[in-house]
């Protein structure tokens, strides 16, 4: 009796797994109905031997798809097993989940299946039982399925906290030539009216006229891109995501490196080492954008069009331009502090606050817990010795790379170790 | 020096501080009286428990500190680490003797240790949050053992409380012997005997105290865990690093595999 339900959970979470949003954040859902759940700050309950955090019960409601995307598992035609959860299903899966504090809620996306009109209202179809009838406070991220109409679109951001549509290759080019038939133009469209949307609710608040004004997609939206697949440059990758992130107000974009699924000879052939590193590398552009101040033009340009690999982005900009250091601990603005590789969000603050009570010295920022060996290079504080020459970029990351506990060197170039 | 012995509790603590001010004493080391060993030159003092003078010191340090700082102070006495303790008094002597403010002073060594603490305690406090698996109960109870590094349950009441309104849980800590079980209305303490009838040294519930939902569900989550990795991903590194192995038995998705 087990084994039907067993099975397609297994098609249908492991063809959901290349989505790599996991987020289960944002939103502010409280449960004042004496129902059951809320979704605030996000938690990750496991973490998969990828080292993956599992937050959401993260499924297809089904892998049946009238498309033919190069890149993707469920493509039609590839010969995989085929399956699809019924409403009933997947609510009662995720109470069961939520219930055993397994999860924070249910991530949900689909095969396109008849049209994208059908395929939507299933999805919010299921999101409305589990808010109204379960009263289910926790966490809903839905796919929105490119083409459903406005209607479905505005409901489905009634009972969703999140909602997303892959942007699947960086650029347009790149798209093309996997998956014909599809167009960022259709991405923009429902992503446009989505933001449009969740402003206009925002908007109808401030006025106060109407009481209570629901929530409409509290946590934002998001995208994602599949990295190394196509021969997108990182700029070319960054520029898109900044794009996205200005145009859109995204959340977040997410960078997934590309799992050989596919003998296809457009693509990097089964058996090849998913770009990790590199993505890892995307990750840390995003972070320096969207929480250090950096312009994604300063990260990565003509002259610079790919990140490097065996030194993280903000070194590699601060090696740029080593012109702008060392700067001063005890007097450099926050948001010069910010820059300096080895100091981080939590420590530039401490430094600031710290610094109103006197000159702070080498061995208190270590106790704030800078990665002083890296940042040294970089900075002056009350007892930094005078320094008699200006050390030259090739050596300075010469000497970092020595001194540093080997967390590059240990890594061969693009590739992870994988144990 | 003086030596200062008192009983691990706040109470005993806050009044360990008071003391220090009525004494007029220049420099105390505060022991907890379980690591306590006597010595020839020590000048030790027991310290006892006074309510009154506890509440004094508190409302001193609710004077100077924001409702945030004294959460911190709070959570950082839960680790029952007694280095904690003598920062916790350290710090205390510090805020008082300097004007407002100074708890922003991360280049103080007192600081900055209560706030390092404060933060592998709220990183324990997080993992409940996370690692809480119920197994419902064929009286319809969700119980879930548990053995945090430090005495976090005060700190997740509300958070369970609010997420967990429409169903009656228990949260035992094993080591402490202590737990928390909500009975659709409030949250209270329980002691060993209310689950006298768990064996709670084992993780899994025997099959006749379940609820007939409880095996497929958890059967469902482990093959979830499963099928949800990507092997040509593989990183025990971070897996282990996010997922410390001594949590594992406690995770019905990790069974088996330590």
Same mark, same amino acid.
């Given at each position: 009796?087990?084994?039907?339900?067993?099975?397609?959970?297994?098609?249908?979470?492991?063809?959901?797994?290349?989505?790599?949003?996991?987020?289960?954040?944002?939103?502010?859902?409280?449960?004042?109905?004496?129902?059951?759940?809320?979704?605030?700050?996000?938690?990750?309950?496991?973490?998969?031997?990828?080292?993956?955090?599992?937050?959401?019960?993260?499924?297809?409601?089904?892998?049946?798809?009238?498309?033919?995307?190069?890149?993707?598992?469920?493509?039609?035609?590839?010969?995989?097993?085929?399956?699809?959860?019924?409403?009933?299903?997947?609510?009662?899966?995720?109470?069961?989940?939520?219930?055993?504090?397994?999860?924070?809620?249910?991530?949900?996306?689909?095969?396109?299946?008849?049209?994208?009109?059908?395929?939507?209202?299933?999805?919010?179809?299921?999101?409305?039982?589990?808010?109204?009838?379960?009263?289910?406070?926790?966490?809903?991220?839905?796919?929105?399925?490119?083409?459903?109409?406005?209607?479905?679109?505005?409901?489905?951001?009634?009972?969703?906290?999140?909602?997303?549509?892959?942007?699947?290759?960086?650029?347009?080019?790149?798209?093309?030539?996997?998956?014909?038939?599809?167009?960022?133009?259709?991405?923009?469209?429902?992503?446009?009216?989505?933001?449009?949307?969740?402003?206009?609710?925002?908007?109808?608040?401030?006025?106060?006229?109407?009481?209570?004004?629901?929530?409409?997609?509290?946590?934002?939206?998001?995208?994602?891109?599949?990295?190394?697949?196509?021969?997108?440059?990182?700029?070319?990758?960054?520029?898109?995501?900044?794009?996205?992130?200005?145009?859109?107000?995204?959340?977040?974009?997410?960078?997934?490196?590309?799992?050989?699924?596919?003998?296809?000879?457009?693509?990097?052939?089964?058996?090849?080492?998913?770009?990790?590193?590199?993505?890892?590398?995307?990750?840390?552009?995003?972070?320096?954008?969207?929480?250090?101040?950096?312009?994604?033009?300063?990260?990565?340009?003509?002259?610079?069009?790919?990140?490097?690999?065996?030194?993280?982005?903000?070194?590699?900009?601060?090696?740029?331009?080593?012109?702008?250091?060392?700067?001063?601990?005890?007097?450099?603005?926050?948001?010069?502090?910010?820059?300096?590789?080895?100091?981080?969000?939590?420590?530039?603050?401490?430094?600031?606050?710290?610094?109103?009570?006197?000159?702070?010295?080498?061995?208190?920022?270590?106790?704030?817990?800078?990665?002083?060996?890296?940042?040294?290079?970089?900075?002056?504080?009350?007892?930094?010795?005078?320094?008699?020459?200006?050390?030259?970029?090739?050596?300075?990351?010469?000497?970092?790379?020595?001194?540093?506990?080997?967390?590059?060197?240990?890594?061969?170039?693009?590739?992870?170790?994988?144990? | 020096?003086?030596?200062?012995?008192?009983?691990?509790?706040?109470?005993?603590?806050?009044?360990?501080?008071?003391?220090?001010?009525?004494?007029?004493?220049?420099?105390?080391?505060?022991?907890?009286?379980?690591?306590?060993?006597?010595?020839?030159?020590?000048?030790?003092?027991?310290?006892?428990?006074?309510?009154?003078?506890?509440?004094?010191?508190?409302?001193?340090?609710?004077?100077?500190?924001?409702?945030?700082?004294?959460?911190?102070?709070?959570?950082?006495?839960?680790?029952?680490?007694?280095?904690?303790?003598?920062?916790?008094?350290?710090?205390?002597?510090?805020?008082?003797?300097?004007?407002?403010?100074?708890?922003?002073?991360?280049?103080?060594?007192?600081?900055?240790?209560?706030?390092?603490?404060?933060?592998?305690?709220?990183?324990?406090?997080?993992?409940?949050?996370?690692?809480?698996?119920?197994?419902?109960?064929?009286?319809?109870?969700? %119980?879930?053992?548990?053995?945090?590094?430090?005495?976090?349950?005060?700190?997740?009441?509300?958070?369970?409380?609010?997420?967990?309104?429409?169903?009656?849980?228990?949260?035992?800590?094993?080591?402490?012997?202590?737990?928390?079980?909500?009975?659709?209305?409030?949250?209270?303490?329980?002691?060993?005997?209310?689950?006298?009838?768990?064996?709670?040294?084992?993780?899994?519930?025997?099959?006749?105290?379940?609820?007939?939902?409880?095996?497929?569900?958890?059967?469902?989550?482990?093959?979830?865990?499963?099928?949800?990795?990507?092997?040509?991903?593989?990183?025990?590194?971070?897996?282990?690093?996010?997922?410390?192995?001594? %949590?594992?038995?406690?995770?019905?998705?990790?069974?088996?595999?330590?």
């Amino acid at each position: 009796m087990y084994d039907r339900i067993r099975e397609k959970l297994g098609i249908l979470a492991d063809a959901a797994k290349y989505d790599v949003s996991c987020s289960s954040s944002g939103s502010k859902r409280k449960n004042d109905n004496k129902g059951i759940g809320d979704a605030s700050n996000g938690i990750c309950h496991t973490y998969t031997e990828d080292g993956r955090c599992v937050s959401l019960l993260k499924i297809l409601l089904t892998n049946h798809c009238i498309y033919d995307c190069a890149f993707c598992v469920s493509r039609k035609s590839n010969d995989v097993k085929r399956a699809a959860f019924t409403v009933d299903e997947v609510v009662e899966l995720t109470m069961s989940f939520y219930r055993r504090n397994y999860i924070e809620g249910l991530f949900l996306s689909s095969g396109i299946f008849k049209n994208a009109d059908f395929t939507m209202e299933r999805l919010v179809r299921i999101a409305k039982r589990l808010r109204l009838e379960e009263r289910f406070n926790g966490y809903i991220h839905l796919k929105t399925i490119p083409g459903a109409s406005q209607e479905l679109l505005t409901e489905a951001g009634l009972y969703a906290d999140r909602m997303s549509i892959n942007l699947e290759m960086p650029t347009e080019m790149g798209l093309k030539l996997l998956a014909p038939e599809k167009s960022h133009e259709d991405v923009k469209m429902p992503l446009g009216f989505i933001k449009d949307t969740i402003t206009q609710f925002k908007d109808e608040k401030k006025t106060g006229l109407i009481k209570s004004v629901p929530k409409f997609v509290p946590a934002g939206q998001s995208t994602q891109m599949v990295i190394g697949a196509t021969p997108e440059t990182d700029m070319e990758i960054m520029y898109s995501a900044d794009e996205y992130y200005k145009n859109f107000s995204l959340k977040r974009v997410y960078y997934s490196g590309y799992i050989p699924i596919s003998y296809d000879d457009r693509m990097p052939m089964i058996g090849s080492q998913p770009p990790l590193l590199r993505e890892n590398r995307l990750y840390q552009t995003d972070w320096l954008m969207r929480f250090y101040g950096f312009n994604v033009k300063e990260l990565l340009n003509s002259k610079n069009p790919h990140l490097d690999t065996d030194i993280d982005p903000k070194l590699s900009w601060a090696l740029r331009n080593l012109d702008q250091f060392p700067i001063d601990i005890n007097t450099a603005d926050y948001r010069v502090i910010l820059r300096v590789p080895g100091i981080g969000v939590q420590s530039a603050n401490k430094i600031v606050q710290a610094r109103k009570f006197g000159r702070l010295r080498s061995d208190q920022l270590q106790k704030i817990g800078i990665a002083y060996n890296r940042a040294k290079h970089f900075i002056r504080c009350a007892d930094s010795p005078v320094m008699l020459n200006e050390p030259d970029a090739p050596h300075l990351k010469n000497v970092i790379l020595t001194e540093s506990s080997s967390k590059y060197l240990k890594v061969a170039q693009n590739q992870l170790s994988l144990f | 020096m003086t030596t200062y012995i008192f009983d691990g509790s706040l109470e005993g603590l806050l009044t360990s501080i008071f003391e220090f001010y009525d004494r007029k004493e220049k420099s105390v080391q505060l022991v907890w009286n379980k690591f306590y060993q006597p010595s020839m030159l020590d000048e030790a003092l027991e310290v006892i428990n006074d309510e009154t003078k506890a509440r004094r010191v508190w409302e001193g340090l609710k004077k100077k500190l924001s409702p945030d700082w004294r959460t911190r102070f709070y959570k950082s006495y839960l680790s029952e680490d007694p280095q904690t303790f003598q920062d916790l008094f350290d710090f205390a002597r510090y805020i008082f003797d300097s004007p407002a403010g100074a708890e922003a002073n991360f280049g103080n060594p007192h600081v900055m240790a209560i706030s390092k603490m404060d933060k592998r305690v709220n990183r324990e406090k997080h993992r409940m949050k996370a690692f809480i698996r119920f197994q419902q109960t064929a009286d319809g109870i969700y %119980y879930c053992p548990v053995e945090p590094d430090f005495n976090v349950l005060p700190l997740i009441v509300s958070f369970f409380k609010n997420r967990y309104a429409d169903q009656q849980w228990i949260i035992y800590d094993v080591k402490r012997k202590y737990g928390l079980f909500y009975d659709l209305n409030k949250v209270q303490e329980i002691t060993y005997e209310f689950v006298s009838e768990i064996d709670t040294k084992k993780v899994a519930l025997p099959a006749e105290l379940t609820d007939a939902k409880e095996e497929l569900a958890s059967v469902l989550w482990k093959d979830y865990f499963n099928s949800t990795n990507i092997p040509a991903r593989k990183n025990m590194k971070l897996h282990i690093q996010h997922v410390p192995k001594r %949590y594992w038995k406690y995770l019905n998705e990790k069974e088996g595999k330590n």
